[in-house]
């Protein structure tokens, strides 16, 4: 049986637990974010689509790790002002979380099962890999740390319509 998404809680990065139940319905468009990376400059791109898309049932969900040659240092405190200052992030930002190793966060070890990487490799390679995920909780692409997340805006459209 696949994972439901919709099934899954999160701490937010004010601490507060977050069920993700509260977005069924909605496209979801997951990442794992840093603030020192060379793909930080996609948050741009991720508030982007979060601006645009929002208002018809898109939210994207940031989830910030530590775990890429530690581009992610600081508290969560610096982490949100950072996101907001830099590049206006107004979508959901978690808690700190692991996505890969014994301490991997349960929503991206069902993330990383239901959509494997390149040869069907589960463990996340680098910082801004995203998952898109249907209204109904499936898991429906994973994306690559390169892919801009304006390039995803057909398969964005294509959910929304299903």
């Given amino acids: 049986m696949s994972a439901n998404i919709f099934d899954f809680q999160a701490t937010g990065i004010s601490g507060d637990e977050v069920d993700l139940s509260q977005y069924k319905g909605k496209v979801l468009l997951i990442v794992n974010t840093a603030s020192a990376c060379g793909f930080t400059p996609q948050y741009k791109g991720l508030e982007k689509v979060y601006e645009q898309f929002k208002d018809k049932g898109v939210v994207?969900?940031?989830?910030?790790?530590?775990q890429f040659k530690g581009q992610e240092p600081g508290s969560e405190a610096e982490i949100g002002a950072f996101c907001e200052k830099n590049f206006g992030v107004t979508f959901p930002l978690f808690s700190k979380i692991d996505v890969n190793g014994n301490a991997t966060h349960p929503l991206f070890a069902a993330l990383k099962k239901e959509a494997p990487g390149l040869l069907g490799f589960e463990a996340i390679k680098w910082n801004f890999t995203k998952f898109l995920v249907r209204k109904d909780g499936s898991v429906y692409k994973r994306y690559a740390p390169l892919t801009e997340p304006e390039k995803m805006m057909d398969?964005?459209?294509k959910l929304l319509a299903e």
């Fill in 60 to 66: 994207v969900l940031g989830f910030p790790c530590n």
């Fill in 155 to 157: 398969d964005i459209k």
